[in-house]
């Protein structure tokens, strides 16, 4: 099973700053790389997919960068709504799927 | 727009099953496998496994097999997701999600989750 880490569990961010998270494959997993966010009480979001690629209605400030086996989630300049769960996945090796345990952002 | 719609909250007492649906709109039903994921309290996403909607075709995580079932009906673009024999340690929000995919060097890939459904709790206890 390849087992995805995520680093740090919890960011301490102002508004208008960077956050940048990490996410560290045990094993490559090439670019098949997907970050969600979550707000308390609901659903996840994808917000990344390719390693790089936004999807539909992500706001440019959100980034994604990296292969192999180390990855980065940029977000450029922290709105009030970007504070959330972040996680991780791989589907390098369909037909199963791994998570990270998530990084939360908190307002500093 | 393309939506997923799952059951409403469920209380189990331990041993019981449970049964979850997670109806689509919104596109074509057999053309997207879908996914469960579930979340206990305070935790992060936990993968359950996957289903083709257009094979019926599945793959369940190794901690849930035998005791986790995955289906869908074409007829009314649902899927569905049964556990059984459950513990309080099932008490999660379970989440189904359709999956995207890509062609890569001309084989079809299963890829990212989206959308998700809205979640459904299931709580597990005496």
């Known amino acids: 099973e390849i087992v995805m880490t995520q680093s740090p569990a919890t960011l301490s961010v102002s508004p208008g700053e960077r956050a940048t998270l990490s996410c560290r494959a045990s094993?490559?997993?090439?670019?098949?790389l997907a970050w969600y966010q979550q707000k308390p009480g609901q659903a996840p979001r994808l917000l990344i997919y390719?390693?790089?690629t936004r999807a539909t209605g992500i706001p440019a400030r959100f980034s994604g960068s990296g292969s192999g086996t180390e990855f980065t989630l940029t977000i450029s300049s922290l709105q009030s709504e970007d504070f959330a769960v972040y996680y991780c996945q791989q589907y390098n090796n369909w037909p199963t799927w791994t998570f990270g345990q998530g990084t939360k952002v908190e307002i500093k | 727009q393309v939506q997923l719609v799952q059951s409403g909250t469920e209380v189990k007492k331990p041993g019981a099953s449970v049964k979850v649906s997670c109806k689509a709109s919104?596109?074509?039903?057999?053309?997207?496998?879908i996914s469960w994921v579930r979340q206990a309290p305070g935790q992060g996403l936990e993968w359950m496994g996957w289903i083709s909607v257009h094979s019926d075709n599945t793959k369940y995580a190794q901690k849930l097999q035998g005791r986790v079932i995955m289906t869908t009906d074409t007829s009314t673009s649902t899927a569905y997701m049964e556990l059984r024999s459950l513990r309080s340690d099932d008490t999660a929000v379970y989440y189904c999600a359709r999956v995207g995919s890509i062609m890569v060097q001309g084989v079809i890939r299963r890829g990212w989750f989206d959308p998700w459904g809205q979640g459904t709790l299931v709580t597990v206890s005496s």
């Open positions: 094993q490559s997993v090439s670019s098949y």
């Open positions: 390719g390693a790089s």
């Open positions: 919104g596109y074509t039903f057999t053309n997207y496998d």
